[in-house]
């Protein structure tokens, strides 16, 4: 085999459509536009447009507040953290902070910040973790295996 011979399946890649050429296209005239109008010529733009009746993304009430201040954290399950240490993905030894889940495999990337959370077992001999924010039984469980949390913005235990 050449570089040559080296071409997509049958009908992998359609041909492109040839508008306006001609009657004999089956596309020509009108363009596969119709005829007369506002959506028969270019450059319209009437997405949601109602013809002047209040469009329905604007009479639905409107719900919720997006904070611009408001931070999203990687909200992480102690039984996957135990199952990264189990692996040997994820060293015990030392703290265990966002850079360390996202070496692991762990999380994909830091945003702004880990929050721990109680899900499954934790068995963890003595592990630190450096974390955003943690979960009152997130904080229970790695106590109770001989480890400690330690919050970078100063709250460990969430509000709930």
Excluded: C
């Amino acid at each position: 085999m050449r570089l040559n011979e080296i071409a997509d399946n049958r009908g992998a890649t359609p041909d492109r459509k040839r508008v306006g050429r001609g009657i004999g296209s089956g596309k020509g005239k009108t363009g596969g536009r119709g005829v007369k109008g506002q959506k028969s010529r270019s450059g319209v733009a009437i997405k949601g447009f109602e013809g002047g009746q209040m469009p329905l993304h604007m009479r639905l009430p409107k719900r919720g507040f997006n904070s611009p201040f408001g931070k999203k954290y990687n909200t992480v399950k102690l039984s996957r953290i135990q199952a990264a240490i189990d692996a040997g993905k994820l060293d015990a030894k030392g703290f265990i902070d966002a850079e360390a889940l996202v070496k692991s495999g762990v999380i994909r990337r830091a945003k702004d910040g880990v929050r721990l959370v109680a899900g499954g077992d934790f068995s963890a001999k003595k592990v630190s973790f450096k974390v955003a924010h943690a979960s009152k039984g997130a904080i229970e469980a790695i106590e109770a295996a001989g480890g400690r949390v330690e919050a970078v913005d100063g709250k460990a235990a969430d509000a709930e």
